[in-house]
């Protein structure tokens, strides 16, 4: 349903020198492909470009070249108005659930400004769609009334939902939505977000750093470094047949049984700067098995399978 080609986003950064200007390339040639009620995991070390991507999808920020597909769209040429209009089947929800909501309006008024802006309901409907959205999410309906600092960690990021959900959406970016919570909550609202899924058959951008989570929760997982994906497949396929050893690394340091549950991480030495990024396959300077091609050649798509894609010049365990 939501199918990106060739995205990059890049931000300029002052530099020293007034003459040059350093170019930060956040997101660089993704290709990646979210299907209708599915969920796909993102992953990846900090920085490495997850959140830009999720919001240029969006065009929170305005990606430098690409497609994004919505259906069979490409939803970088629309229009601001035509983009405007669509808003409503695209929505975010943020990690943090105490500044994305605004203190000054009651749970009622955040919820009918989007409706507001979307739809032409009359007071009386706005009423009845809160009332609705606030109990799917586990909230009492009295509480339309009152004011976000009254409220949990838990039960605000429940208020963030139903914000973005109230409106209908098919397609949601999740960034880090369960960091700030402790472990009852986040199962909470995993619970909350695959309930929405089936009934609304939403597909969804799981964006976390929790491995645990992505894995429980996912349909589907993209590895991200350095603004690139380096490998992407079903669940399984990443789990249990990955074959970059990036993904590998990611994810041994919490499937590792022999460990007895240990974690052990592969990872070694300090990820590279995103300005000036390695040459080649951008892991080869952490790659156990990096070899003199991969410092200089950047590595193009390989198939594993229908459903798995690695970018590594030389696959581990594929058949
Ligand atoms: N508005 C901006 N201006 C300049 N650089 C930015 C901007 N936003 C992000 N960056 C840089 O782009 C890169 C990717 O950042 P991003 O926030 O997308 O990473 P991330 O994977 O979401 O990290 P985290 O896991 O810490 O949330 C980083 O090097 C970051 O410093
Ligand atoms: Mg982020």
Redesign the pocket.
């Known amino acids: 349903m939501i199918k990106i080609q060739n995205l990059s986003t890049q ?3 002052k530099s020293k020198n007034l003459f040059k200007k350093n170019i ?1 390339k ?2 660089e040639k993704v290709n990646l492909t979210i299907p209708k009620n599915s969920v796909m995991g993102l992953v ?12 240029s999808i969006l065009r929170l ?1 305005e990606p430098s070249e690409g497609e994004v597909y919505f259906y069979d769209n490409d939803i970088l040429k629309f229009t601001n108005k035509e983009m405007s209009s669509l808003r409503k089947k695209l929505q975010i929800v943020f ?1 943090d659930p105490y500044s994305s909501l605004n203190p000054r309006m009651t749970i009622f008024e955040i919820l009918k400004e989007g409706l507001d802006i979307h739809y032409n309901y009359s007071k009386a409907e706005s009423i009845d769609k809160s009332m609705d959205i606030i109990t799917r999410v586990n909230l009492k309906k009295d509480i339309l009334q009152r004011y976000p600092h009254e409220f949990s960690g838990g039960q605000r990021q429940r208020i963030s939902i139903a914000r973005s959900l109230i409106l209908n959406p098919e397609f949601l970016v999740c ?2 939505v369960t960091s700030a919570l402790d472990v009852s909550n986040q199962a909470q609202i995993i619970n909350l977000l695959n309930e929405f899924k089936k009934e609304l058959k939403l597909s969804i951008l799981f ?1 976390s ?1 929790d491995l645990n989570i992505i894995s429980y929760f996912s349909d589907y997982i993209a590895v ?1 470094y350095l ?1 690139k994906i380096l490998e992407v497949g079903t669940k399984s396929d990443i789990i249990n047949n990955s074959t970059h050893p990036y993904t590998k690394a990611l994810f041994s340091s919490i499937f590792d049984i022999s460990k007895r549950g240990q974690k052990v991480n592969l990872l070694k030495g300090e990820i590279p ?3 000036n990024k390695p040459t080649g396959c951008y892991f080869h300077t952490r790659c156990p098995y990096a070899k003199e091609r991969c410092s200089h050649e950047v590595p193009i798509e390989t198939k594993i399978s229908g459903t798995q894609s690695t970018y590594c010049h030389y696959p581990l365990n594929s058949k």
């Open positions: 931000f300029s950064l930060l956040a997101v990846g070390e900090s920085g490495c470009g997850k959140s830009t991507l999720g919001r920020i990690q960034d880090e964006i750093h991200m603004g700067g995103s300005i």
